[in-house]
């Protein structure tokens, strides 16, 4: 029986952090076990911040470092570059014909956009979710391992691929759905700050390249409250933050234990920040080795880039031709 298809992408803006990881990587590794899985570097996609041409290259070749560096296997799964496969932009252009200006503008990570970077509301930002539809459906992908923050993305990717169906009245492409691996809700992973979530322009991030001394004194800086005066009192959001960090690298009697001292309101924060900064180093330390080590072998790097870029091609290409036919294009010469 066929395996069904697994899509997703990371932009190659800098470093992996913990966000990227636990949202998306984590997952990719697990999946590639039992599933068809394409796991790309977006690049078309970053060029909406406008990156220099070494800034771009620089992240592109990162990231493929730390993709291997996490454990996803090219030999299980297809690893490559976006730009690398022509046939991606080429169906991005067909979908844009049936993408509504109306429902672009109001996506959520448009007006962010536009809100971040006055100065270039470019007509990449709007489409923005139109290429990831494309990235999603040439490989005809059943399933996407994604963050909370691509939910809406997601949406307006599964809502394209519907319309294609009906327009052309086919059931050319399957409805991609979110996936995580242990089956629980998409996640969030929250920043340092005390708000909202960790992302690489928000400046709260830990990277999985970081070292141990930089991720302690980014640790210890966190955002905290006063402390708990009654108890078992809420929260404050950057307390609670810190704590579903702490679930997501800590081990859960190690939760329990911090809960506890909270709830009874002898917790002393310090004591909190230096227990979650030595398990956030177990679990980057070890990646971060692996990073430096891949970043020496270009050979490698190529290597694993050009193989990929083949059987991602390979893929893209089938379904495009299917979408050529099914729209009407025929060679007549
Ligand atoms: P990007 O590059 O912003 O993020 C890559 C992946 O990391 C996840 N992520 C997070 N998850 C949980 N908590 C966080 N704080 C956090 N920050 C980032 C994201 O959800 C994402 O899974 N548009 C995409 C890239 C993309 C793509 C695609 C993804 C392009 N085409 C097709 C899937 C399928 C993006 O900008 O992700």
Known sequence: MNKPTVVSGIRPT????????FGAVRNFIKMQEDFNCFFFIADIHSLTTHPTPENLQAGVKQVLAE????????EKA???????????????????????????????????KARK????????????PVLMAADIIIHKAHFVPVGKDQEQNLEMARKFAGRFNR?????????????????KDMIKVPGLDGSGKM?????????LYEDPKSIRKKVMRAVTDTGPTEPDSPKSEA??????????????DVVEHFERLYNSCEIRYGDL?????????????PIRDRIIEILKDETYLAKVARQGSERARESALQTLNEVKQLIGFKSLF
């Open 67 to 74: 993709y291997l560096a996490c454990g996803i296997d090219p």
């Open 199 to 207: 992302g690489k322009s928000e400046g709260n991030a830990i990277n």
């Open 117 to 128: 970077q006055p100065e270039n509301v470019n007509a990449g930002l709007l489409t923005y």
């Open 14 to 21: 800098g470093y992996l952090h913990l966000g990227n990881y």
């Open 273 to 285: 920040k230096k227990q979650l900064a030595e398990d956030i180093i177990s679990y980057t330390e």
């Open 78 to 112: 297809t690893i490559f570059i976006q730009s690398d496969v022509p046939e991606v932009s080429e169906l991005y252009a067909f979908l844009n014909m049936n993408a509504y200006l109306g429902e672009l503008e109001r996506t959520t990570s448009f007006k962010e």
């Open 167 to 183: 327009m052309y009245n086919c059931e050319l492409f399957p409805i991609p759905r979110p996936f995580t691996f242990d089956g």
């Open 239 to 252: 307390v609670e933050n810190l704590f579903t960090l702490m679930k997501i690298v800590s081990k859960p």
